[in-house]
């Protein structure tokens, strides 16, 4: 099945710093999500965007749905030690379909 | 609210045995409910679409008669793993989508390992 295009595939920061990452599409998406995952457990929804240039934010975290509607952004301010894990973003063309998954930032900080 | 339930959060069986995985939304109704696989170090991919009531729609190359769906009732899908075999052993992982918000939620997940 088709992935989404997710980049960084891992990042390695300090506790403090900034994270960005971003997730690119050869088709259209009417909904972008983000998730984050942690080992053993089901994806978490983090942000869910509706509409094409919508700009969110959720705490520390601020996603944006790119106009060509083919395109997203997360990025993370000021991370902390539980920011850790995989991070995923999604799309999905109709409210009742399934969702298609990048293939993960794995975001390691160090002490 | 929006809780989604597996069961059993872990299995593991011989091959050539089947294996069913339950997904049941605790606190809403959904009419379709999703099942995805993901393996180690991967990203989760669609497998199947459940909608109650009525067959499931299965993505590209997963396989119908091995891995069976049934949509009961508007708050449990299950998932058969049928003669199983080593390569079937994954992390499965099923949302629902409520039928009032269509908002998704995913359950925990099930690890299966096939012996």
């Known amino acids: 099945g088709q992935q989404l295009n997710q980049s960084p595939q891992s990042m390695f920061i300090q506790e403090g710093e900034d994270v960005s990452m971003n997730c690119t599409s050869s088709?259209?998406?009417?909904?972008w999500l983000w998730y984050k995952q942690d080992p053993g457990e089901g994806p978490v929804l983090l942000i869910a965007?509706?509409?094409?240039?919508e700009l969110t934010s959720n705490g520390r975290l601020t996603a944006q749905f790119g106009i060509t509607r083919k395109d997203s952004f997360l990025n993370i301010s000021a991370s902390i030690p539980s920011d850790v894990g995989i991070y995923f973003c999604?799309?999905?063309?109709?409210?009742?379909?399934?969702?298609?998954f990048g293939k993960g930032t794995h975001l390691i900080i160090q002490p | 609210g929006a809780v989604v339930s597996q069961h059993p959060s872990w299995v593991i069986c011989k091959s050539g045995t089947s294996v069913k995985i339950e997904c049941r939304s605790l606190?809403?109704?959904?009419?379709?409910m999703f099942w995805y696989r993901q393996f180690p170090k991967q990203s989760l991919m669609l497998m199947a679409t459940?909608?109650?009531?009525?067959?499931?729609?299965?993505e590209q190359g997963v396989e119908k008669d091995k891995f069976l769906i049934n949509h009961a009732s508007l708050t449990l899908s299950t998932l058969t793993v049928t003669s199983a075999h080593p390569e079937d052993s994954s992390f499965y992982i099923c949302?629902?989508?409520?039928?009032?918000?269509?908002?998704?939620?995913f359950g925990p997940g099930t690890r299966l390992t096939v012996t």
């Open positions: 459940s909608n109650e009531g009525s067959k499931a729609t299965y």
């Open positions: 949302s629902a989508t409520d039928d009032g918000s269509y908002e998704q939620y």
């Open positions: 999604a799309g999905r063309w109709g409210g009742a379909d399934g969702l298609t």
């Open positions: 965007l509706y509409k094409a240039g």
């Open positions: 606190d809403f109704q959904a009419t379709t």
């Open positions: 088709s259209i998406f009417n909904t």
